[in-house]
């Protein structure tokens, strides 16, 4: 009878232990939106990993994709700026719901580096914005800073083809065929 006080005794205890380290663990805290586990959401890092998966893709040699890389690089940058991807979200105003909150402001976001200069469209797009944040914008001056984005824009769509033609000559079919399948040629 002994043996079995002391037994259970001791299946009481770690229980109790077990018990006690669940009810004091706390769960980890989750990272905020735009960071990735507790560090910032680095866009260059993120850039560069796609642009090595798309030369495992390309099947590229070191030697050939020293001149692909910048070529496809640019195709990449200018097609991010005809389609406006990412940009602000019309969904959550200028740069998504951390405005709002005080987190950054629109134009780091959509610059995604701070330090690097922002490109014609971006700040027309921005320009467009700040009109349309004014309560005292008129029509005028909305259309005049819309027909700027626009032509920025068709600026832009007008050197991506021809960003898309010079990275096209050095490819071979299969490497274009990657491409166009990947949306970055057409």
Known sequence: MFGRKVVLGAVVCVVSVVLAGLLLAQAPERPRRGE??????????????????????????????????????????????????????????????????????????????????????????????????????KAEEIKAKLTGLREAREKAKQELAKAQKELQQILTVKQEATLVLGGLLN
């Open 36 to 137: 990735r586990g507790g560090r910032r959401f680095d866009r260059e890092q993120m850039r560069a990993r796609m642009v090595e998966r798309l030369k495992e893709q390309l099947g590229a040699k070191d030697d050939e994709w020293k001149v692909i890389e910048p070529r496809l690089v640019k195709v990449i940058d200018l097609s991010r700026q005809v389609d406006g991807r990412g940009r602000r979200s019309m969904f959550f105003g200028r740069g998504g719901r951390e405005d709002r909150r005080g987190g950054r402001g629109r134009t780091e976001r959509a610059a995604g580096d701070p330090d690097r200069e922002r490109t014609a469209v971006e700040k027309a797009a921005d320009e467009l914005q700040g009109l349309l944040d004014s309560e005292s914008a």
